[in-house]
């Protein structure tokens, strides 16, 4: 089984940066892939980043291309989502995300078998 625990959420202003961290446990942490997705109220959930075992790749929303930043520190089995030039569209529940299986299409969040419980982003403008 995998836990993971999300912090860094908050409300900021249009303009503004967070960092959502990601902490993992339950398994190795540095053999798979892992993403971040968001749901805002109403809506259906979206990716926005994902990251490889070793960091080396990374992949982005289009919304977000340019803003944001994934990575990971695989001694401290945390994944990490740099957000700036917030915008108020951004705002949303925030999720990191793992797979079970070593190769997935990192696209849709049906691929994915863990969840943390999410933290709240708000941007206001």
């Known amino acids: 089984q995998v836990q993971l625990v999300e912090s860094g959420g908050g409300m900021v202003q249009a303009g503004g940066s967070l960092r959502l961290s990601c902490a993992a446990s339950g398994r190795t942490f540095s053999s798979y892939t892992m993403g971040w997705f968001r749901q805002a109220s109403g809506k259906e959930r979206e990716f926005v980043a994902h990251i490889s075992w070793s960091g080396d790749s990374t992949l982005y929303a289009d919304s977000v291309k340019g803003r944001f930043t994934i990575s990971r520190d695989n001694a401290k089995n945390t994944v990490y989502l740099q957000m700036n030039s917030l915008k108020s569209e951004d705002t949303a529940v925030y999720y990191c995300?793992?797979?079970?299986?070593?190769?997935?299409?990192?696209?849709?969040?049906?691929?994915?078998?863990?969840w943390g419980q999410g933290t709240q982003v708000t941007v206001s403008s």
């Open positions: 995300a793992a797979p079970s299986r070593r190769s997935i299409s990192p696209f849709r969040a049906s691929n994915y078998d863990y």
